[in-house]
């Protein structure tokens, strides 16, 4: 699909790029703003290495940037596609994330990056795609497209960083300081590193996820993660003597820090070490010059909303665009449906996934976990 550009006789054009081109692709994303540490290429290479989900890189560009060492993009979109009998079949911009969607210099590029995402669908036997994003859908709305819904998927927990971390902390309220405090008296101790934090890490977000239903992530995910962000990622582990109790891992994008994953011990939450994990993830931000901390996405109401609401983040919503191929062609806007039901069927597999040895869902946890796009 071409765009004309009246600065510019050269058309701009929509195509795929290759995985060796993304140095590019990551320029582009660090220009914008609104972008998101998933939108860096990093995050797909990861997806595409450990997992082996076919990965397109989506691109708005000139017509004559074809084989050229200095491609100028003028809009990007990651599309990864997850395929399963039991799963589904859909593009996913992104799977594993909080955010995705397109960035793009004008909303005639976005909308060229749309269709081009939609014909690629087609071309790929794929039954949906599903857009997260923190962007007003009205692009979309308007979009003559026969199958769309649009939701307001869940909200994402984001705080402004002050540039001095003790004013952060004289800020916290009472309670949470003295919550911060705690763990620290108890003798328990933060550091902060990168794959030679990994195993305890892993061993914290294992025995969370179990006790909490779900099944686990692969370890060369986090890896694969770390490796490909270098230094736009950290690991914290905090210690009881030499046992992790809690981690987290942190990555950076901008002027943002976001923590996708963060995990404690039940069996240490008296000592609330998560708090001194957080404390510690916040301080480390401010004193390396970030402006802002994703706290990531919660649902209004639900404990881990009140969790990182108590650190002072404002939730911004995050919608959950999706456009169906399907024959039924039902034309769907839902734009603030913001539920706390939970499926019937997904509690009955938490239940169950809780009562299974450890070892076991360790193993299984991966191989199911890879197919499961949120």
Not at 74 to 83: E, M, R
Not at 89 to 110: C, F, H, K, R, W
Not at 265 to 270: H, M
């Amino acid at each position: 699909m071409g765009i004309n550009n009246s600065s510019d006789s050269r058309e701009i054009i929509v195509r795929e790029m290759s995985c060796n081109e993304t140095d590019q692709w990551d320029s582009y994303v660090l220009s914008k703003e609104s972008s998101s540490c998933y939108h860096l290429s990093a995050w797909m290479r990861s997806i595409k290495n450990v997992y082996g989900h076919k990965c397109y890189w989506i691109i708005a560009t000139r017509e004559d940037s074809f084989n050229s060492n200095n491609i100028e993009i003028f809009g990007v979109l990651p599309l990864v596609h997850i395929k399963h009998i039991i799963f589904g079949n859909t593009l996913v911009s992104l799977p594993y994330a909080d955010l995705g969607g397109i960035q793009a210099d004008s909303p005639e590029i976005e909308s060229a990056l749309i269709h081009f995402s939609v014909d690629l669908c087609k071309r790929v036997g794929a039954k949906k795609i599903e857009f997260r994003t923190d962007r007003a859908p009205a692009m979309y709305c308007d979009m003559q497209i026969p199958e769309i819904n649009v939701s307001s998927w869940k909200v994402r927990m984001m705080f402004n960083l002050p540039d001095d971390p003790d004013l952060m902390f004289g800020g916290l309220k009472s309670k949470l300081r003295s919550q911060i405090r705690k763990p620290e008296k108890e003798g328990m101790q933060f550091r902060i590193g990168s794959t030679n934090l990994l195993n305890d890490f892993y061993n914290v977000f294992c025995e969370n996820m179990r006790d909490l239903g779900s099944p686990v992530h692969a370890l060369e995910w986090f890896r694969s993660v770390l490796e490909e962000y270098g230094n736009r990622s950290r690991i914290g582990v905090v210690y009881f003597g030499k046992q992790p109790v809690a981690a987290g891992l942190i990555l950076f994008c901008g002027d943002t820090v976001s923590i996708p994953w963060a995990s404690s011990l039940r069996k240490y939450n008296a000592l609330s070490p998560n708090m001194l994990l957080y404390w510690d993830f916040l301080k480390y931000s401010c004193e390396n010059g970030y402006k802002r901390f994703d706290f990531g996405r919660s649902t209004p109401g639900t404990g881990t909303y009140k969790f990182k609401e108590q650190w002072g983040a404002i939730p911004n919503i995050l919608y959950l665009i999706t456009i169906g191929l399907s024959k039924n062609n039902k034309r769907q806007l839902n734009v603030l449906n913001i539920s706390n039901n939970r499926n019937i069927t997904k509690e009955l597999a938490i239940n169950v996934w809780r009562k299974l040895p450890a070892s076991l869902t360790y193993s299984l946890g991966p191989m199911i976990r890879k197919y499961i796009s949120l």
